[in-house]
């Protein structure tokens, strides 16, 4: 059974950091891209980082480039996503998800069932 476990999450105040992590389990990665989603309240559920699981190649929603890092663990079958200089529109919860490469991008198909990030002004 796949399972993708996030933790990390919190309550910060702006301009500070945290970093938030997913525990793999179940299966073996090595050809998944491994990605952080996140919902805020009343909105769709949007990008915010990839890596992939072999070469550690990295995307980044605009959003968040330059503040967010992804990374990963392989040994460990984890990854994060430190996230610095925090702001009040980064609030919503984030998602693990691990997926590959299809015929239209890549397709995600597990999820973690997510953390709740609350950045305060």
């Known amino acids: 059974q796949v399972q993708l476990v996030e933790s990390g999450g919190g309550l910060v105040q702006a301009g500070g950091s945290l970093r938030l992590s997913c525990a793999a389990s179940?299966?073996?990665?090595?050809?998944?891209?491994m990605g952080w989603f996140r919902q805020a309240p009343g909105k769709e559920r949007e990008f915010v980082a990839r890596?992939?699981?072999?070469?550690?190649?990295?995307d980044y929603s605009d959003s968040v480039k330059g503040r967010f890092t992804i990374s990963r663990d392989n040994a460990q079958n984890t990854q994060y996503l430190q996230m610095n200089s925090l702001i009040p529109v980064d609030t919503a919860v984030y998602y693990c998800?691990?997926?590959?490469?299809?015929?239209?991008?890549?397709?995600?198909?597990?999820w973690g069932q997510g953390t709740q990030v609350t950045v305060s002004s």
């Open positions: 890596i992939s699981w072999i070469g550690g190649v990295t």
């Open positions: 998800a691990a997926g590959r490469v299809g015929a239209q991008g890549i397709k995600y198909a597990y």
């Open positions: 179940g299966r073996t990665f090595s050809s998944y891209f």
